[in-house]
């Protein structure tokens, strides 16, 4: 089984553009969730989509936004892009049960350099 | 102060030795992960705790919810075990919001 999928694998965007990052969970995942890691430090949660619903929100401003389509896949969309958006972007899925036994799967993210 | 505090930050250790990473938090939590991520940024889930102890082959974690604390174990350490180790934890606040610590980057010198 394929596990959890992310492209591209690197982007390199201007200030301003705008950029839209993909990630395919396991199958049988309903449940993606979206991470920023900067050099040097863990993991900071962005988005959680369970069932195509948004289930819970980082504090991160408005020019980040997600989605889940009916296929349980998700896109992570962050406009206006600034240096400081030059990260890692994990996606990672789980399966539909219970909240507190199921593990989380990670993909190998997408590093995006902002310049 | 994070709410996930993780120790040591750097370990350098000979293969074969014994290692312990910690982590320390300061929320109700529901269940505790131990990552393991690779150079090139794909993290592993070794290990989901919501009490007592797991064991992997050469890999232990356990939990002391009361202290809030958990720790990591690899026994006969490999250089293969280099990398750096992530605790996350998901709080009781009824969402999904997993709160990591910054890691602990092991290297295991043969």
């Known amino acids: 089984d394929a596990g959890v999928t992310q492209s591209p694998t690197h982007l390199i965007k201007t200030r301003g553009q705008h950029v839209t990052l993909r990630c395919s969970p396991i199958s049988g995942h309903k449940s993606v969730s979206w991470y920023q890691q900067v050099l040097g430090q863990g993991p900071q949660f962005i988005f959680q989509?369970?069932?195509?619903?948004?289930?819970g929100r980082g504090n991160f401003p408005d020019r980040f936004s997600a989605r889940q389509f009916p296929n349980y896949s998700s896109e992570l969309n962050v406009n206006a892009l600034l240096l400081g958006d030059s990260a890692l972007y994990l996606c990672?899925?789980?399966?539909?049960?219970?909240?507190?036994?199921?593990?989380?799967?990670f993909g190998n993210g997408t590093r995006l350099t902002v310049t | 102060k994070n709410e996930v505090e993780q120790s040591p930050q750097n370990l350098t250790a000979q293969e074969g030795e014994f290692i312990t990473i910690n982590c320390s938090y300061s929320v109700g939590i529901s269940a505790l992960h131990w990552l393991q991520q690779h150079p090139g940024g794909g993290i592993v889930s070794l290990f989901m705790l919501s009490s007592g102890k797991k064991k992997h082959g050469r890999l232990i974690a356990t939990i002391n919810i009361q202290e809030k604390h958990s720790s990591l174990h690899i026994t006969a350490s490999h250089p293969r075990d280099s990398a750096v180790y992530i605790c996350a934890v998901l709080p009781t606040s009824g969402t999904y919001k997993y709160i990591f610590g910054t890691g602990t980057r092991l290297k295991v010198l043969a």
């Open positions: 989509y369970y069932e195509k619903e948004e289930r």
């Open positions: 990672a899925s789980r399966q539909a049960g219970g909240l507190y036994n199921s593990p989380l799967h």
